[in-house]
């Protein structure tokens, strides 16, 4: 309406009442959980989400959600006894929002291998039906054509598609060190509809959603934990 008011030549005037406001800043930490690795544990595949730093809503698309289904994808792992070859680290990243905090924490902490972090991917456009990866431009030619031959895992729930950019926020900090990464693709077209809003509570979440995102992440994660190789070798 905004709009077409200003295309017909009318004055438009408006006025914003805006309650936003900085906090001083608190304590938080990180959540990580992992399931070791049983040949090469030293070696480390991370997928993981964030939460936000403000109170609106109950950030169920952005970004608990996200966290919830990278913690369900390892816990079903665990309880279907599957250990990969590699370690598949859950981190669940605080403070995204506010200058990333919890991004650059871990960068920080665990400097010291990340040269041992073979692949991160992050989820943080809501959940909604997964559509497959989004992996970095950056990354080796190898790397793409062994993902792309991973993801046909996925066909039969139609989230198998590679894109041609990926990377994330929370994983930013270490992919900026060398270390590969990729995102969560899903179809998100509802997904601003209730961004940072108050409407982003978790009856906003369709749990067949959920389930097709978490078999997604647990199928893509552990692939490539457990592959013979590096995802950056060939693929048996």
Known sequence: ML????????????????????????????????????????????????YDSWDVGQGAHDDGGSCIAAWEAIRLLKELGLRP???????????????????????????????????????DSGIYRPEGFGLAATAPPLVRANMLEIAK????????????????????????????????????????DIHHTQADTLDKIDPRDLS?????????VYTIADLPESIRGPVN
Do not use: C, W
């Open 3 to 50: 709009q077409r008011l200003y295309d017909r030549g009318e004055p438009v005037r408006l006025r914003l009442k805006m309650e936003a406001k900085f906090l001083p800043d608190a304590e938080s930490a990180n959540v990580i959980a992992e399931l070791k690795g049983t040949e090469r544990p030293e070696e480390i595949v991370l997928i993981g989400g964030h």
């Open 85 to 123: 070859r590699r370690t598949i680290r859950v981190v669940l990243f605080t403070n995204e929002e506010n200058g990333l905090r919890g991004g650059n924490a871990y960068r920080d902490a665990h400097r010291a291998e990340l040269s041992k972090h073979i692949f991160a991917i992050e989820s």
């Open 153 to 192: 895992l996925l066909a039969g729930i139609d989230s198998h598609r590679i894109g041609d950019s990926g990377g994330g926020a929370d994983i930013g900090p270490i992919m900026r060190e060398g270390v590969l990464g990729a995102n969560l693709d899903v179809e998100g077209s509802k997904y601003f």
């Open 212 to 220: 097709l995102v978490v078999a997604t992440m647990a199928v893509m």
